[in-house]
């Protein structure tokens, strides 16, 4: 099982983040849990510095921008 985490304060372009990112997962049919994460300390642990971004299984895929559902199922296969 995955774990796709949408690192971000909640804004609307980590809440469209994470709507493209459980759309992607459930169009490759992957076994997946979300999880948002709010924490600023956690969010710079992970070396992120642009928000939103998408982390996978704790490795940051994507950071600073919302890719399509589409570019999502590259980054989740």
Known sequence: ??????????????????????????ALGIEYRMEKIADINKITDMGVMMTPALAVDGVVKVSGRVPSAEALKDLLR
């Open 1 to 26: 099982m995955k774990t796709i985490q949408i690192l971000g304060m909640g804004c609307a372009k980590c809440n469209k983040l994470y709507e493209n990112a459980e759309a992607a997962a459930k």
